[in-house]
């Protein structure tokens, strides 16, 4: 677990404002809630953990020390060291690691990645029946690529498949066989063409056609050499910059942060640590730090952001205006957004938890979690009638399955203590009675149920959510097992109230002394 408000001299925004990128399983289609979650929160405790490394270790040093003292050799290991942190799960997720250059060659899509995964998808036939004039305007439409620029690649792609000069390396294909799945093809055919352009098998006239879509960024035996060189005019304008001229200083991060995208040093995670390094380097001047992209403005064309990255193929003029527009805002008022930060932050306490119950026991996963606070009577207001699903939404949900899991965490936690039966030890039809006996006196219900197939599991299906609601209340105050509400899968008018990892001497035990307690006080009033 992590607190975002750790962070002194950065602000938290840059943290719970950051797109991450959805992970391979959720690629391939993957609904399990942890297949994303998870993924999502750990590539912002990254990314945290890169700032709180600049705080820790390079902002004192250049405090210290002064600009001045700082080596091509250092600013380079620093840049090595932020891409470790900050990029160590989503190149984890690619079965790559952070904190190294780039083995393979790296490709930009002017219009977005989805460019490159529907020709990838073509060619590796998963559009049954779909012709080349089909899939182009499907591209066109979605992502606003030209026909003919896509039927041109597609032609080119088509000529690469029948080169036999032009192969990958071993390595690279049984990687990519690995990772790839139905995508395998496409995405070997693909890279050989970006090898086919780098090692000037195309013709001028054929990498032009590939330029106008997609472009590559360093080649990766050329990567060190240009690194060194940006090292070196990068630290040499940094160390002349002045800190009151805003105007030069937006002009020289802009410029920075284009000459280290361009060359696009690591497999992923370039953006992050271009941005980590332009606030690193606005903190040592005492000025704030900036959030570059703000929320929504990833998604819309016309956001400032979205038309400065874009204008990036041509000029850094509108980045630089963006930058000094972010500084000026900062210095009057920190960029924040309340109810994004509090659905973060509130996602980073549940994940923490979450994986602590599933280390006890793993049938409590977040979607089983999730469904039971889906089942709570807050949730489902919430939910009532809604048809985006604003932060607002996400923070009442979030609350709810965080004390969830709380409450599961802290059952499991006392169940461990205590004896419970198991499959070594199955009950007896006695204690099966006297087992449905404490649950019916507990609940109030009758028509339980219990099996030991697969460990002791007792559960009753009631057609009343509220009344299924205040049975499960019950149970987990008495604390005799591990209790979880859901609904049947072909049935949602019915809940189901189980109980597992039941405590049978505790349930006993405790409904025996209701019992007494209860014959006392009827002894007691008729007395009377």
């Known amino acids: 677990m992590f607190n975002l408000h750790e962070l002194k001299e950065f602000n938290p925004a840059i943290i719970y404002t950051n797109e991450v990128e959805a992970s391979p399983a959720m690629e391939a289609g993957s609904k399990l809630l942890q297949d994303g979650l998870y993924p999502n929160i750990d590539q912002l405790h990254d990314l945290f953990n890169g700032y709180q490394f600049a705080e820790a270790t390079i902002l004192p040093f250049i405090k210290e020390n002064g600009r001045d003292a700082i080596t091509e050799q250092k600013f380079l290991e620093w ?16 079965k790559k690691k952070a904190g190294s250059y780039a083995d393979e060659g790296i490709s930009l899509w002017h219009q977005g990645r989805m460019v490159g995964e529907c020709l990838m998808n073509y060619f590796s036939e998963c559009y049954k029946g779909l012709t080349e004039v089909q899939l182009a305007q499907i591209i066109h439409k979605e992502n606003g690529v030209g026909m003919v620029e896509i039927l041109d690649i597609i032609q080119l792609m088509k000529k690469v498949r029948g080169l036999s000069n032009v192969v990958l390396p071993d390595s690279e294909d049984k990687h990519l066989r690995e990772i790839c799945g139905n995508s395998y093809e496409g995405t070997v055919l693909l890279r050989r063409l970006f090898l086919a352009y ?14 106008k879509i997609v472009m590559l960024g360093e080649d990766p035996k050329e990567i060190p050499n240009a690194m060194s060189a940006y090292a070196r005019s990068t630290l040499e304008e940094f160390k002349a910059c002045n800190g009151e001229d805003l105007k030069a200083l937006s002009a020289f991060l802009a410029k920075s942060f284009t000459k280290f995208t361009d060359i696009h040093p690591f497999g992923n995670a370039n953006g992050r640590v271009a941005t980590c390094i332009m606030n690193i380097f606005l903190r040592s001047l005492d000025l704030p730090s900036i959030v570059l992209r703000e929320i929504g403005e990833n998604t819309d064309p016309h956001s400032a952001y979205s ?7 041509t000029s850094s003029d509108l980045l630089e205006e963006l930058i000094y527009k972010r500084i000026i805002a900062a210095k009057k008022e920190a960029y924040s957004a309340p109810e994004k930060e509090k659905v973060i932050q509130l996602r980073i306490d549940f994940v923490a938890v979450a994986r602590r119950v599933e280390a006890m026991d793993r049938a409590y996963n977040c979607d089983v979690i999730k469904q039971m606070a889906c089942e ?8 009532r009638g809604a048809t985006v699903y604003t932060d607002r939404i996400s923070i009442v949900m979030m609350e709810q399955m965080l004390l969830i899991a709380q409450r599961v965490e802290s059952q499991l936690t006392s169940l461990k203590k205590a004896p419970v039966f198991s499959l070594a030890a199955q009950l007896s039809e006695e204690q099966k009675s006297k087992l449905v ?8 219900q ?24 205040e049975v499960e209340g019950k149970l987990t105050q008495a604390g005799v097992a591990v209790v979880t509400l859901a609904t049947r899968k072909d ?16 349930l006993v035990d405790t409904t025996e002394a209701e019992t007494v307690e209860h014959v006392v006080t009827s002894l007691a009033q008729a007395s009377l």
Not at 201 to 210: H, M, N, Q, W, Y
Not at 376 to 383: F, I, K, N, S
Request: proline share 3%.
């Open 376 to 383: 709570t009577p807050v949730c489902r207001a919430a939910l």
């Open 307 to 313: 038309l400065a990255i874009d204008r990036l193929k």
């Open 198 to 211: 780098r090692s000037n098998v195309l013709t001028p006239d054929e990498k032009a056609i590939v330029n």
């Open 437 to 444: 006996s404490g649950l019916i006196q507990l609940s109030g």
């Open 446 to 469: 009758s028509g339980w149920k219990v099996h030991q197939k697969n460990g002791l599991v007792a559960w009753i299906e009631l057609s009343d959510k509220s009344l299924a609601s």
């Open 491 to 506: 049935n949602p008018g019915i809940s189901v109230v189980k109980c597992e990892q039941i405590n049978f001497k505790k």
């Open 79 to 94: 840049i090595l060291a932020l891409h470790g942190a900050i990029g160590k799960t989503i190149l984890e997720l690619w």
